[in-house]
């Protein structure tokens, strides 16, 4: 299954990568050397690389001294890595120049083309010392402990410049054995012309007759040539003489060679003297010679011919510098302090401005495309740009210069993919950048605008606002909601808060908690800003009401065992009054006579006022519906008052109240009898 898959997947890959490559314009992604000069040694091999993308159907080709490069034409030269890298299989004066490489393809209407920096080869060069058929010496005399000094005429012809050093030979002998110089006592120096300085001479350098000569090394090619002339040195006198420090030589002011930025900057003040002086150096700030310990810089002096030299050097160490000369224990007002200023300019070759480089650019069709290309240096560097490797033509009103340093691009259109070099230069080097142009489709709502809804707090619980936008493949959309004042400050609603009423969905919609809704918090406007970092597409979202919303009271949170208490005291206050309903409801009746004769239509009050208390003889007449004759359950007639007694048991009669009531009146050892008389009657009272 997994091989019969393969092929599917590699076409898949294949079918991505050259959907991919249709829209990207070339670029060079691998340069031919990491220097813009290289050397080659004759009858030597070199490989330039070049490694390029985009497309569809991408050409890489070379240019040799500004022209394509035909593999008919150049038979030391080859393809090699896919086509790409450039191999020159044999240096020759032949291949010596210029090299680039370049990458194109047809992308709609449009020829794109990118292009990688230019390199130089250069053959490494060093012309040799005029030939003679014997050494000639020149004689020179001086007088013991004094100084001297020898002067090299090296060749003109070297590349790179050859580096000068000096030795000592018999000339007596045939292939004599070259001797390099002890400069135990520090006493010989060289200077950057390639003048041996002796700063003070003693008999041994006589060199027992042996000449002083100078030989040229170039480090690239790997040759060093000797003079076949050269000098003898006799000195006179017998003690040597006190010699005052004088300053013989010092570093030239490079006006036209100026120090650069990064370099070291390495100054001389040969000084002879007998005994050797002592070298302090400074700087003129402001008139005053100042330490350079004092002013920050990374700098050392050479023990050997005390040479100073600052380290990485900076546009603000231009300016005066000052060597002062002194045998030890000497001062100036002694007159034996020799002294010498040296002018240093520093410049710069250019460098990029931070965000200044040219950068590649998605620009949305319709819109004006601006690439920058300034870089710092002095001279001040000058920018030029090119399109597609050819001059631009600004009479067309698509392109405009509107500063040094800026190009515009009119009015994109679909069919404006092009690829932009930018060269910045002045006369220490360049900086080269090719930088490609896209189009894109713009970012558009794929959902209406403005979006309005009405709702009723009363009965409506949320609201729900979509967002959804639609751009360019090449280009992802992302969605942000704010929330809007009626000042019309925006305020971002988080995705990830969720202590506010708001809620974005992962599908971009913004959800509103409606329940929650405080006029004094929240606002009635809203907005999505949908944007693919080119262009963006923006959703309005309207809040209205039909009823005032109620304000959300926020109290603070509650002690929930008070309401445990609460309920406990009322669930005790329920007991006790269900138990006292119980106790009511269980109580005897009252049977007060008062109530049953005014029930019968008698008034016992007035009855009582005219004829005072009599006995009371019930009436013959049925009781009145309703009224009780007996405690029973039965209802029987009364024979007599002892009948009326007897049904009571042992009861002392006079335990009746006034009102004939018997309620209360029992005690414990009351017993009821049983009913054993059928007689009735009545009961005088």
């Not at 990830?496 to 406007?525: A, C, M, P």
Request: proline fraction near 5%; hydrophobic fraction near 35%; aromatic fraction near 8%.
């Amino acid at each position: 299954m997994g091989l019969r898959w393969t092929p599917c997947l590699f076409s898949l890959v294949l079918l991505i990568c050259s959907a991919i490559a249709q829209d990207t314009p070339p670029e060079i992604l691998v340069q031919p050397a990491t220097e813009r000069l290289i050397y080659g040694a004759e009858d030597t091999s070199a490989e330039l690389k070049c490694k390029a993308q985009g497309g569809p159907n991408l050409d890489v080709y070379w240019k040799f001294n500004g022209a394509r490069v035909d593999l008919s034409n150049h038979d030391k030269l080859e393809f090699t890595g896919f086509d790409s890298n450039l191999k020159i299989d044999k240096i020759d004066a032949s291949v010596e120049g210029t090299y680039q490489c370049f990458a194109s393809a047809v992308i709609g209407t449009t020829t794109a083309v990118s292009m990688s920096d230019i390199v130089t080869l250069k053959i490494p060069d060093l012309e040799a010392f005029p030939t003679r058929e014997s050494f000639l010496s020149k004689p020179e005399s001086q007088e013991l402990g004094k100084s001297q000094s020898f002067k090299c005429e090296p060749p003109r012809a070297s590349i790179p410049e050859a580096i000068i050093d000096w030795e000592t030979i018999d000339t007596g002998v045939t292939n004599p054995t070259p001797v390099a110089l002890d400069n135990t006592e520090r006493r010989f120096v060289i200077d950057a012309e390639g003048t041996l300085h002796i700063l003070y001479t003693k008999m041994s350098d006589e060199q027992a007759g042996r000449m002083y000569r100078c030989k040229a090394n170039n480090v690239k090619l790997g040759v060093t040539y000797s003079n076949f002339e050269g000098y003898t040195l006799t000195l006179t006198g017998i003690i040597p003489t006190s010699q005052t420090p004088h300053v013989t030589w010092k570093t030239p002011t490079a006006s036209e060679s100026p120090f650069l930025v990064g370099n070291d900057i390495t100054l001389q003040c040969i000084v002879t003297g007998n005994p050797l002086p002592t070298i302090k150096w400074t700087k003129i700030v402001d008139g005053q010679s100042t330490e350079l310990a004092n002013l920050g810089l990374t700098y050392n002096v050479d023990p050997k011919d005390q040479a100073l030299t600052i380290s990485n050097a900076k546009l603000t160490d231009s300016g005066t510098y000052r060597c002062d000369a002194s045998k030890e224990g000497e001062t100036a007002m002694e007159g034996r302090i020799s002294s010498a200023n040296i002018e240093v300019t520093v410049e710069e070759a250019p460098k990029w401005i931070n965000g200044s480089e040219p950068k590649n650019m998605l620009v949305t069709i319709g819109q004006t495309a601006v690439f920058r290309c300034e870089a710092r240096g002095v001279p001040r560097p000058k920018s030029d740009f090119l399109v597609n490797g050819a001059a631009i033509d600004f009479n067309s009103g698509k392109f405009a210069r509107t500063d040094d340093f800026d190009l515009t691009v009119k009015e994109i259109t679909a069919d404006d993919k092009m690829v932009i070099q930018c060269n910045a230069s002045n006369k220490h080097d360049y900086l080269f950048a090719s930088v490609f142009l896209n189009p894109i489709l713009p970012t558009v709502l794929d959902v209406g605008s403005p979006q309005k809804e009405t709702l009723d707090q009363s009965k409506d619980k949320e609201v729900v606002f979509t967002c959804r936008a639609k751009s360019d493949p090449l280009t992802t959309i992302t969605y942000t909601w704010y929330s809007e004042s009626t000042n019309g400050d925006l305020t971002e609603i988080s995705r990830t808060d969720e202590s506010d009423i708001y809620t974005v969905t992962d599908s971009n919609s913004l959800r509103i908690d409606y329940t929650q809704f405080d006029k004094d918090k929240h606002s009635n406007n809203y907005r999505c800003v949908a944007s693919n970092q080119y262009s963006e597409a923006i959703v309005i979202a309207e809040l209205t009401h039909t009823t005032e919303p109620k304000p959300v009271v926020v109290t603070a949170e509650f002690p929930f065992w008070i309401i445990g208490v609460v309920i406990a005291v009322a669930l005790l206050l329920l007991v006790v009054i269900i138990i006292v309903c119980l106790l009511q409801r269980n109580k005897g009746e009252s049977y007060l006579v008062d109530e049953k004769e005014r029930a019968a239509g008698h008034d016992p009050e007035k009855e009582i006022a005219d004829s005072g208390f009599h006995d009371y003889n019930r009436p013959d007449e049925e009781p009145v519906g309703g009224s009780r004759a007996s405690l029973t359950d039965s209802i029987k007639p009364l024979e007599s008052d002892a009948d009326s007694m007897e049904e009571y048991g042992d009861i002392d009669t006079g335990k009746f109240n006034e009102d004939g009531s018997f309620i209360g009146q029992y005690g414990t050892d009351r017993k009821r009898k049983p009913n054993m008389s059928n007689n009735t009657g009545h009961t005088d009272v």
